[in-house]
Each structure stands twice: as C-alpha cells, then as structure tokens.
C-alpha cells in the first residue's frame, strides 16, 4: 500500500517568501507529526495532529509557521517570511494509534529539502 | 531537558564486520526506545522498539540491547552489507508522551 507521501521533494525560495509544504499521511491514520531536521541535528519537533483533537502546536518555532490538516487527511505546513535559517529538511509522519500514546509506530515520508537562498 | 546522545557520529566499516552503535539517554520518566535507520533522502524506518522490562530485540542483522538501569542502548549489527550505509538514530519516548526526543544519529558506510 502507498506510505507516507509528501511533496515538493526540493524548494528552493528567496528570503521573504512564503512556502507551502504537503504532507499525504498513511489512508486511515488518525496521528499526523510535522519535524525539522537541520543538517547534523536531531529530528525536532514541530506540531502533532490526532483526529479532530486541537493540534499540538508547542514544537513551532515562531509564528512564521503554521499548520493545517483538513478533514483528518492531508497536511499543509506553511513557512511565511522564510529565513535562511529555515533551510532543513521537513519530515512528515503518520501512525494509525488513536490516543496518540508513545508506542504507536510512526511511518515517516521522504521528506521535502527546502533552501533558503 | 531530555536528551539522547548517540555514538560514534560515524562510522566506516567493510563489508561483512560487526559494529555496534550506542545510544544515551536521560528520558525520564522512560517509556520506550527505537532504533531507526534512515537512508539517504528518506524518513526514517523503525527498526526495534524496546520498553522498560525488555532488554534485547532483533531484527534480522540488527540486534538492539537495553539497560534502563544505566539508562543506555547499543544496535549490533552483525555481518554488515551495503545496504546498511544509512543514519541510525535512536529515539526516546518519555512516558505519557507523545512527542520523542531524537538522537542526532550515527551515520554509518559500509565498504566493499
């Protein structure tokens, strides 16, 4: 079956712009992770999705970032004004536990590689 | 904070020898460990994952060892190839959490 899916694959925007960022979870999962992984640094968290819950938005670094989730299914992650420090790789990930306990498996996409120029 | 440390930061090895990986941590209170591996360009894939009372899982090649006690992770792998050249990254999870802290991995090449 189709895993995690996100896209673009590469961005590459000028300082300022606003960038769109997509993210297609696992059909039938409920739990929906954004992360950041800069080079040589662990995987940081961004913001958590479960079901129509309130998004956990405590990992967002400023207010430039922001996301959504529309009818429990696809993911947008918006950077608006982007930095060159925002330039990291965005990592989407999915898992089916529905009361978005520590053990529920997450399926991690491919990531999109967005550069700040 | 939690933290996790991983090492070493990398590893070259040749193809067919062991290695082994090692991860600390000080994730209170604990709740679980895995071990990912993540190719070039891809997310991570979960390899193992151990709580509290289990102190070994395999996987194939992949064996990873648990001590809650010292609160330390090893990842032995056994008879290397060169599908094994990936990052491996060991995550904590704190219990009654649902966000992991991430190692920053240990990037390893496998020679022919």
Known sequence: GAGVSQSPSNKVTEKGKDVELRCDPISGHTALYWYRQSLGQGLEFLIYFQGNSAPDKSGLPSDRFSAERTGGSVSTLTIQRTQQEDSAVYLCASSSGTRGTSTDTQYFGPGTRLTVL | ?112
């Open chain 2, 1 to 112: 904070k939690n933290q996790v440390e991983q090492s070493p930061q990398s590893l070259i090895i040749l193809e067919g020898k062991n290695c082994t990986l090692q991860c600390n941590y000080t994730v209170s209170p604990f709740s679980n460990l895995r071990w990912y591996k993540q190719d070039t360009g891809r997310g991570p894939v979960s390899l193992t994952i151990m709580t509290f009372s289990e102190n070994t899982k395999s996987n194939g090649r992949y064996t990873a060892t648990l001590d809650a006690d010292t609160k330390q992770s090893s990842l032995h792998i056994t008879a290397s190839q060169l599908s094994d050249s990936a990052s491996y990254i060991c995550v904590v999870s704190e219990g009654g959490s649902y966000i992991p802290t991430f190692g920053r991995g240990t990037s390893l090449i496998v020679h022919p």
